[in-house]
């Protein structure tokens, strides 16, 4: 395993939408492995493959309870609203309230094929919806209500 350089803001791949996995090879699991150790390195919660300069449709979350891979991700259902506070690792220390679904069923394949369903609440649905973003190319703060002010910031880290 490897860490894997976060792209930034800026950078036109976070722009593009990405293309499917076709090969579930080991070539894919290295990926996988690389992005584990990077999301768990970074202290983030999601990690989508373009934010490590590869174009496919890969991202892991971590809320807590152990890394999920989703490779070709598609959004099924969303329930509810949330609005809630969130950031980027390709924007470091920039955050801002964005409305996201309180619930969301997903379908996607696991590192060996297999399809699967999952479903999510809070900050789970919210990590989802996130990361399927960046798939597509769409970032966070495309979508935000708006950005938190450096005073709000200096509340949060306890300042």
């Excluded at 069923?105 to 094929?113: L, P």
Aim: hydrophobic share 35%.
């Amino acid at each position: 395993m490897a860490l894997r350089n976060i792209v930034k803001e800026g950078d036109p791949i976070l722009t593009k939408k990405c293309r499917p996995v076709e090969k579930f090879d080991t070539k894919l699991w290295q990926l996988l492995d690389d992005m584990t150790e990077t999301l768990e390195a970074s202290g983030g919660v999601g990690l989508a493959a373009p934010q490590v300069g590869i174009m496919r449709r890969v991202c892991i979350i971590n809320v807590g309870e152990g890394p999920v891979e989703f490779i070709n991700p598609v959004i099924l259902e969303t329930d509810g609203e949330q609005e809630v506070q969130e950031g980027c690792l390709s924007c470091p220390g920039e955050f801002g309230i964005i409305k996201r679904p309180a619930h969301v069923k997903a379908e996607f394949y696991d590192r060996n094929g297999n399809k699967n369903e999952i479903e999510g609440d809070d900050l789970f649905a919210q990590a989802m919806c996130h990361e399927f973003d960046h798939l597509d190319g769409i970032m966070f703060k495309s979508k935000v209500e708006r950005m938190l002010s450096e005073e709000e910031l200096e509340e949060l880290r306890g300042e």
